[in-house]
Each structure stands twice: as structure tokens, then as C-alpha cells.
């Protein structure tokens, strides 16, 4: 799967689990139909090597309107952390952890907000092409949290310290060279037609 760490074919390892970690990160901050307004501290080392261009170490943080901070990094441990005026709570691929550990044991009442579970999202997505229910991971949700790496990918290749994102008309505002970077240009005889 080493296509993933060119440039022309993906965005290394920042996109790759960018459709994971950010996912959850936006779903459990209820922004999953929105996204940041601003990339900040945007750095990444990259490869001298020819073929693979993408970073292999990365750091950015995803200012949304709320001030709320997502930092996207490799220098973590993998998965999500939520930091709260009570202590954090971690979870990746089914492990959990928190300080402190009571955090572990609450019980979410009848009342609170109850995730949608999937232990199997291949059925759900058949299930949901014939209830015409929405899935645990609606195709819109996946655009915005990977937009996130996007911007931030764009936002390390170019250097830029800030990176503005009107995530209603998704859009990079006032940087034109960036926003350029939003597409690629298609290669001949393709095209995109509306």
C-alpha cells in the first residue's frame, strides 16, 4: 500500500488515518457536518527521496469556531484523546482509557446522547441502501473529517503559519495559492463535467 505516500495518488499518512482519528474526534465534538475555521502550526518533515513525497512527520492544529483545538500529529499516541474540565478520556480501535478511571465506569443516562453502533459497518451500509436509513458513516460526515487533513496537508507543503477555512462554502479564504491546491489538474483525455 505504499501509493498512499505519493502526492499524485494520496496524502501519507496524514489522509490515511485521517478518515479514522479526525472522524472521531468531530463526532464527539458535533461538528461532523462542519469543520475547522482555521490550520495553524502546520509542520512536517518530508522525504528527499524522488518517488515518496509525503510527510512523514506531521503536526497541525484545527482551530474551530467554538475555540475548540483539534491537533492532528504522529508524536501521539494513535487514536483520540478529549481533554475536559474533568480529566481526558482516550480511545482507539476499541481500547479505552481516562483519568481518572471512574470516567470509565459512567453510565450514559436514558436521556444523554447515544451513539449510533455499528459492530459490522459492511451490513449496516447494505442495511441502510435498503431502509434508506443513514449509515454509522454517512459519506458527507467522511468529507468533512478528511477535508481536515487536507487542509492541513496543504497548509505543511505550503509553510503556512495560519490557513483560513469557511467550512459553509468550503472554501480556503484569502490565499489563493492554497486554494489552488484544493483540486488537481485533470490529465489528458480526462475531465470532470458538471
Not at 512536517?44 to 483539534?70: H, M, Q
Not at 507543503?157 to 490557513?163: C, F, M, P, W
Request: charged share 25%; glycine share 8%; net charge negative.
Amino acid at each position: 500500500m505504499n501509493f498512499r505516500w505519493i502526492y499524485d495518488y494520496s496524502g501519507g499518512q496524514v489522509t490515511d488515518w485521517g478518515g479514522h482519528h479526525p472522524d472521531c474526534a468531530q463526532w464527539g465534538m458535533g461538528t461532523e457536518d462542519s469543520g475547522p475555521v482555521e490550520i495553524v502550526n502546520a509542520k512536517g518533515e518530508f522525504p528527499s527521496d524522488e518517488l515518496w513525497n509525503t510527510a512523514t512527520e506531521y503536526y497541525f492544529e484545527a482551530i474551530y469556531r467554538n475555540g475548540v483545538k483539534l491537533i492532528v500529529a504522529n508524536r501521539f499516541r494513535s487514536g483520540v484523546t478529549f481533554e475536559g474540565t474533568e480529566g481526558w478520556a482516550w480511545a482507539d480501535r476499541g481500547i479505552h482509557d481516562a483519568n481518572p478511571k471512574s470516567i470509565l465506569q459512567s453510565k450514559i443516562g436514558p436521556h444523554e446522547i447515544h451513539l449510533y453502533e455499528s459492530r459490522d459497518h459492511y451490513r449496516n451500509f447494505i442495511d441502510c441502501v435498503i431502509s434508506r436509513k443513514e449509515p454509522v458513516a454517512p459519506v458527507e460526515t467522511a468529507h468533512r473529517s478528511i477535508t481536515i487533513c487536507h487542509l492541513g496537508n496543504i497548509a505543511m507543503r505550503l509553510g503556512r503559519k495560519s490557513l483560513k477555512w469557511d467550512p459553509d462554502k468550503e472554501q480556503i479564504v484569502g490565499d489563493a495559492e492554497a486554494a489552488e491546491m484544493l483540486s488537481r489538474p485533470y490529465r489528458a483525455p480526462w475531465s470532470l463535467r458538471a
